[in-house]
């Protein structure tokens, strides 16, 4: 079993910036797939970015591409959102996830089924 833990969450303006980390127990997330997702009030679980094993490669939705950037350090057990330029849309509850294999094939980076562990989730509010 995993169990992660999200935090750095909080109220920001619009236009100031979050860093998002997402600590891992339980078992190493050296060889697992990383990713954060966010549901906004009202609306369906969406994907944001994720991560390889290896951090080697990045994925980003198009709506955080450029102002968002996913990264990791195995040796802390750690995965990390930095959240830049930040919008009043971004204000959601942000969940770390982990796949349970190094990497994810085509577009299943983006569905949440992929993924086998999840975070309670961190509260992330931008002011207008």
């Known amino acids: 079993q995993v169990q992660l833990v999200e935090s750095g969450g909080g109220l920001v303006q619009a236009g100031g910036s979050l860093r998002l980390s997402c600590a891992a127990s339980?078992?190493?997330?050296?060889?697992?797939?990383m990713g954060w997702f966010r549901q906004a009030p009202g609306k369906e679980r969406e994907f944001v970015a994720a991560?390889?094993?290896?951090?080697?490669?990045?994925y980003y939705a198009d709506s955080v591409k450029g102002r968002f950037t996913i990264s990791r350090d195995n040796a802390k057990n750690t995965v990390y959102l930095q959240m830049n330029s930040l919008k009043p849309e971004d204000t959601a509850v942000y969940y770390c996830?982990?796949?349970?294999?190094?990497?994810?094939?085509?577009?299943?980076?983006?569905?949440?089924?992929?993924?086998?562990?999840w975070g309670q989730g961190t509260q992330v509010t931008v002011s207008s």
């Open positions: 991560v390889t094993w290896s951090g080697g490669n990045t």
């Open positions: 996830a982990a796949a349970t294999v190094p990497y994810l094939r085509g577009n299943n980076y983006v569905n949440e089924r992929a993924y086998a562990y």
């Open positions: 339980g078992r190493t997330i050296t060889s697992y797939a």
